[in-house]
């Protein structure tokens, strides 16, 4: 699997939510694109990611 242009190995089958909660993403934060499609937040318990899955993940920062 790819991750923001970084190569990752899964072990395991796991969710987009678990994913994101693992690598302590808050996924009210972020936007999550799979595959080159926008993953709709709800959706995150439900995708289970697969290896040759190419997952960008993009944080938003508050400041002023």
Known sequence: MQ??????????????AKFLQQRQYRAERVVVELNGTIVP????DEIILQDADVLEIVSFVGGG
């Not at 937040?41 to 995150?44: E, I, L, Q, R, V």
Request: glycine letters at 6%; hydrophobic letters at 40%.
């Open 3 to 16: 991750v923001n242009g970084e190569k990752l190995v899964l072990t395991e089958q796991i969710s987009l």
């Open 41 to 44: 937040k709800a959706s995150y």
